[in-house]
């Protein structure tokens, strides 16, 4: 299994700053994905932190909104930019990990969370 | 505690038979239930979703299905097809604006 830890868990934030949320994982993974959740809507995957090189963003998303780091197979961060109303989610971290009881096989465990509120 | 309980680690159906995954859950609270399909090395992406007031929802080949008074939810997928191999993941929540709580996953596997 693996704990996933976020930070911060919920801020209320001005429009047009930015906000940095963490991503700490007890255990080195290969696959971290970061999500959001907007009011109403199902969970809808921003992008993959690849470690040593750029994240791979999915449709809809670019990297100067939501800058990715991931410095190590423990940490990631996502950065939502110049933030609007729209902006306000819940945002997700996400990890892929391997389990080999009853065959190998790949299961998500994401973390709790950070609830975004920008006014 | 796991909320949302997915037994079976995986299944295996032939093409074109019926696949049915099962989902039980213990917070009679939920009221937004989803199912999410993952191929390897990929995030989850949305199936389908019911709410707590209906007991059925379709879409082309997949349905699902929510008994509240049992706590389980099932997703069929009639016809199924080799691209349905891929994990899935029952999910629910308090309602539709809540943080959503994912199931361990069970694997499919359409065999030919």
């Known amino acids: 299994s693996a704990v996933i830890s976020q930070k911060p868990s919920r801020d209320i934030c001005q429009r047009g700053t930015s906000l940095t949320i963490q991503c700490q994982v007890d255990?080195?993974?290969?696959?971290m994905f970061w999500y959001r959740q907007q009011p109403g809507q199902s969970l809808t995957l921003i992008a993959t932190a690849n470690q040593g090189s750029e994240a791979t963003y999915e449709s809809g998303f670019v990297i100067d909104k939501f800058p990715i780091s991931r410095p190590n197979l423990t940490f990631s961060t996502l950065t939502v930019s110049n933030m609007s109303p729209e902006d306000s989610s819940i945002y997700l971290c996400?990890?892929?990990?391997?389990?080999?009881?009853?065959?190998?096989?790949?299961?998500?465990?994401f973390g709790p969370g950070t609830r975004l509120l920008v006014l | 505690d796991q909320q949302v309980k997915q037994n079976s680690p995986s299944l295996s159906v032939q093409e074109g038979r019926i696949s049915i995954l099962n989902c039980d859950y213990t917070n009679s609270m939920f009221d937004y239930f989803l199912w999410y399909k993952k191929y390897p090395a990929e995030g989850p992406t949305f199936l389908i979703s019911?709410?707590?007031?209906?007991d059925k929802n379709e879409d082309g080949r997949f349905t699902v299905f929510l008994n509240k008074s049992a706590k389980h939810l099932s997703l069929h997928i009639v016809p199924s097809q080799p691209g349905d191999s891929a994990v899935y993941f029952c999910a629910a929540s308090l309602d539709r604006d809540d943080k959503i709580i994912f199931g361990k996953g069970t694997r499919l596997h359409i065999l030919p």
């Open positions: 996400s990890v892929d990990i391997r389990v080999t009881a009853g065959g190998p096989m790949e299961t998500q465990y």
């Open positions: 255990s080195q993974v290969t696959m």
């Open positions: 019911i709410s707590s007031i209906k």
